[in-house]
């Protein structure tokens, strides 16, 4: 059985933080986001204003949505965290991936929270639990939402249980984020990358493996990617397209195949020669692909412009599925 949720803090105002905060308040949930500095509030409510005035220029949204968020949406400094504490039925953890930090807050939120008030973290790769096991008071009430950028677009939210995490907690997380219009991937046990960053290092891995090998160009094999998996990831993940070919033949052929991958080491050999040259991505300029243009903000509005525009499709899925 889950518990009710009706109030919560999303600590972290920045881009992720804003984005799961406007999710919640969206949905009609009492939400108080945190943060350090009163100019990182009003940035990210400025931020939420934007994201919602692009999702109603693209149908996404609604003036009841706007509405909504209006009038569940509250901003405050973390030092008035104690002062509010008591009265949150869950607690969203959205700093930054600093061990000292994260322990202080939660040391603050066990001392304050009620007993049964939930602890989510949206740390991305962090043993959350191993770290607050010394003095987390109900350690059965901690886990980990991992939500994707921007969260407010973005279905997928991984779900991790810690070794102490309670069967109700996990559910109760699940059916707050299916309320809201996530999917939810439940993971049983915390492991390095969950799902998504595992997958993404296998394949990055065996990717710059080739390019290093001489085999193809990174361009090239972005587009590989791109205009295969690309297409089909949206409405058919890898396990199903297995099953629609048919085990057997994706069996043979990964027979030859596992021989031959990359099974080395515990670093990625191309992608630290090019950190080394200070070509870390799209905010130096420069990355695995190339060069970027160097108006990031507007690359980024072009990125976002696209997500959109496949929400919706993904969307016009769902609905098909929903009539079968």
């Known amino acids: 059985m889950s518990k009710s949720i009706q109030n919560i803090l999303v600590v972290g105002a920045g881009l992720m933080g804003s984005g799961i905060a406007q999710v919640f308040a969206a949905n009609g949930y009492k939400t108080t986001v945190a943060d350090l500095k009163q100019e990182f509030v009003d940035k990210a409510m400025k931020k939420i204003d934007s994201d919602i005035a692009e999702m109603k220029e693209e149908g996404l949204a609604d003036d009841a949505y706007g509405a909504a968020v209006k009038e569940n949406l509250t901003g405050i400094l973390n030092s008035q965290i104690p002062e509010v504490a008591g009265q949150m039925d869950l607690v969203v953890e959205v700093i930054f991936e600093n061990k000292d930090a994260k322990k202080e807050l939660y040391q603050t939120l066990s001392d304050n929270c009620k007993e049964d008030c939930i602890f989510a973290s949206n740390t991305s790769g962090m043993d959350i639990f191993s770290l607050t096991d010394d003095f987390m008071k109900r350690p059965e009430r901690m886990i980990i939402t991992h939500w994707f950028n921007p969260p407010h677009l973005m279905k997928l939210v991984e779900v991790v249980k810690g070794p102490k995490t309670s069967d109700e907690t996990a559910e109760t997380i699940r059916a707050l984020l299916e309320k809201c219009g996530k999917e939810p991937a439940v993971l049983n046990k915390f492991m390095p990358g969950f799902i998504v960053n ?11 493996y080739m390019v290093e090998q001489g085999w193809a160009s990174p361009q090239d094999l ?3 990617m791109k205009n295969t998996n690309g297409l089909r990831w949206g409405f058919e993940g890898p396990l199903g397209l297995w099953d629609f070919v048919g085990l057997n033949i994706p069996a043979t052929v990964a027979a030859d195949v596992i021989p ?13 020669r090019l950190i080394a040259e200070g070509k870390t991505g799209v905010r130096a300029g420069e990355g695995g692909l190339g060069k970027y243009p160097a108006d990031i903000d507007a690359f980024i509005r072009k990125r976002n412009k696209r997500i959109l525009t496949m929400y919706k499709v993904l969307e016009g899925f769902a609905k098909e599925d929903e009539q079968e």
């Open 198 to 208: 595992r997958m993404a290092t296998a394949i990055c891995r065996e990717l710059y």
């Open 222 to 224: 972005e587009n590989a």
């Open 260 to 272: 031959t991958l990359c099974s080395g080491g515990n670093n990625i050999p191309y992608v630290d």
